[in-house]
């Protein structure tokens, strides 16, 4: 149980400096010098779902471990959820050829990556989809990149499992995946912190206790969430 909170205490911290940083890094919208035509389209577009995670950017040493570590080739074919402005996925397509595709729910960063892409003359081998991850068949990847939040991730897996290949590594920064141990974990120096970077292998067989996540989920709201404890008195 000590071990539990330290590691929600640990998680707790990086996923508020997330936030923070989030909070910090959002751009902010240009004000506006005339006013838009009644029937124009907003000129700031807006998440058509609340996003599940702020946009915080993976810095480019944790991105370069995080190809790495999943031994990304020309061969593969690369999913990022949640891939804010492309870098991991621009970057895997830029120094091995990667064909990859980034969801994100954000438009404004779709556009973004789209442009950072054909900025990195990379446009004929990457695409970036507004989407939700949790509603995209990602079943012809051969790897998966995350940096999402740990319930986030714990939704993810009975679908990570289920639809992948085996054989197909899913690399995650600086959050893990409950019960389904990493096959590997690096720690990696960042500008501001070290960063976790984990990877899994999907396996030929999956154990079915890794395909039911609520009780994982539950504990780790319970973690999150402290309730009145009796005092014996
Ligand atoms: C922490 S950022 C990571 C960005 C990028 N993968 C990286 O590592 O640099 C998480 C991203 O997930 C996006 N996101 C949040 N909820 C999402 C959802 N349901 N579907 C798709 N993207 C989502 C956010 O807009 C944000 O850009």
Known sequence: MGRQLLKAATYAAIATSLILAGCTEQVKPKAETTPPAANAPPATPTPKKVPDVVYVPTPQVVVDKMLEMAKVGKNDVLYDLGSGDGR?????????????????????????????????????????????????????????????????NLRLRPTLLRTLKPGTRIVSHDFDMGIWKPDRIERVKGPRREHIVSLWVVPEKVPPELLNVDAEIQQLRQLRTPTPQPTGN
């Not at 969801?103 to 960063?109: A, G, N, Q, S, V």
């Open 88 to 152: 991991i996925v621009i970057t895997a397509a830029e120094k091995f050829g990667t064909r990859g595709t980034g969801i994100e729910i954000d438009p404004k960063l779709v556009k973004q990556a789209t442009a950072n892409a054909e900025k990195a003359k990379v446009s004929d081998r990457v695409q970036f989809l507004e989407q939700d991850l949790f509603q995209t068949d990602i079943s012809s990847a051969t790897v998966v990149t995350l940096y999402l939040l740990p319930e986030l």
